[in-house]
């Protein structure tokens, strides 16, 4: 959908007549809007008309072009918000896992003695032992 600028007048005189004041004609249409319910679901015109960017908006645009583009962004901007607070719950969600249970990098797996050969076994406690002889901490 292509939207119309607002044709702007060319005298820069004062408008002698209420019906010819940009601000007035664009609440008129606002406020008709209202009434029959043209209004986007959601859409607050009390905060609307307070924000200046919507101000800028009718301005450049028709009201009920305005209107659209306005509401449009305001869900933009919290779609992005809620994409952001999601990505930063799910950030310390992870960082409240145990290290071991991350899935963000590869966990050695812990040697299973039941099941080794007594050859393993003996090879595994050698490398122990060689290890604590030369001062490093094991943990078994």
Known sequence: MIFKKKQTPAVTEPAENEAENPFIEAA????????????????DLSAAVKDRAFAE???????????????????????ENNVKTRMSEQARSLKALPKSQRT????????DY???????FSTLEKQYKNAAQNGKRVHI
Request: no cysteine.
């Open 28 to 43: 008129n249409a606002l406020v008709e809007m209202e009434r029959n319910g043209e209004l986007p679901e959601g859409f």
């Open 57 to 79: 908006l009718l301005n450049e645009f028709e009201p009920k072009a305005a209107v659209r583009i306005y509401t449009a962004e305001k869900r933009a901007d919290e779609a």
């Open 104 to 111: 963000d990098r590869a966990v050695a797996a812990s040697p």
């Open 114 to 120: 039941m099941s080794m050969s007594r050859e393993a």
